[in-house]
């Protein structure tokens, strides 16, 4: 049984600094990319920031360049999402997702596997 389990949301400031944690069981955590997605109340999930399988390439959405980067320990089974700068209009649940594939993929359809969230609270 795959589980994916975010953790490390919180209520933060805008401007700090927030580092989310995504830790995978139940697959063959090198062969798969990684994505990390994100839903505000009322909107779409959104695509957030990706990682292919042996982390040799990423992809970003255009919000967070800059500000956001991801990473991952194959021999942690985890995949990290660190925010940096953050603003009011990061708040949302933010989600990790994998996907059996040498691409990254960039829409949620796309992935296979889905975490249950964490929430992200960024105020002013």
């Known amino acids: 049984q795959v589980r994916l389990v975010e953790s490390g949301g919180g209520l933060v400031q805008a401007g700090v600094s927030l580092r989310l944690s995504c830790a995978a069981s139940g697959l063959t955590f090198n062969r798969y990319a990684m994505g990390w997605f994100r839903q505000a109340p009322g909107k779409e999930r959104d695509f957030v920031i990706g990682i292919s399988w042996n982390g040799g390439n990423t992809t970003y959405a255009d919000s967070v360049k800059g500000r956001f980067s991801i990473s991952r320990d194959n021999a942690k089974n985890t995949v990290y999402l660190q925010m940096n700068n953050l603003k009011p209009e990061d708040t949302a649940v933010y989600y990790c997702?994998?996907?059996?594939?040498?691409?990254?993929?960039?829409?949620?359809?796309?992935?296979?596997?889905w975490g249950q969230g964490t929430q992200v609270t960024v105020s002013s």
């Open positions: 997702a994998a996907r059996r594939t040498m691409r990254v993929p960039a829409r949620a359809d796309e992935y296979d596997y």
